[in-house]
């Protein structure tokens, strides 16, 4: 991989993560506050990833995606097909991804877990190389949009 390259991915996740938008009484953290059950499978590569760590009080997974769904970070578009609801029964996590054009495999994915006192959020950040390639996939089939599974 090209060192500019790299510098170049590492550049652009760096500005995503900056840009970050979360709801308000988010506050930074260096570490999670609370165990994450996924992880975002970026398929092409090469790529730079990032992550960054919030905690939100006094609030529900539900009103934090919907925040984030109806406030994108930076000029990136969401992933997510429409609202979060408890219309079938509580939610202890969500994900919210973002990505900088239809049929990417890189931007943002926000993952949200209950706490006792609120929510906590992990951005998991990546940024293609301008050499990444995503491998064929079989049959015709295709990548699905990161932060959907």
Known sequence: MPES????ALAQA???????NLPPGAVRTDTPSASFNSYTGWPCGPYEELEG???IPKT?????ANWLIQNPTADLITTNFGPASEEWGPIDSAAVGYIPAVGSQEGIVYTLAKKDDGVAVRAEVAAQTDTATCPP???????GA????
């Open 5 to 8: 390259g790299a510098a170049a």
């Open 60 to 64: 529900t997974v539900v009103d934090v």
């Open 137 to 143: 996939l079989p049959d015709g089939g295709m990548y």
């Open 146 to 149: 990161p932060g959907q599974g």
């Open 14 to 20: 760096q500005e995503w993560l900056d840009a970050a």
């Open 53 to 55: 760590y919030w905690a």
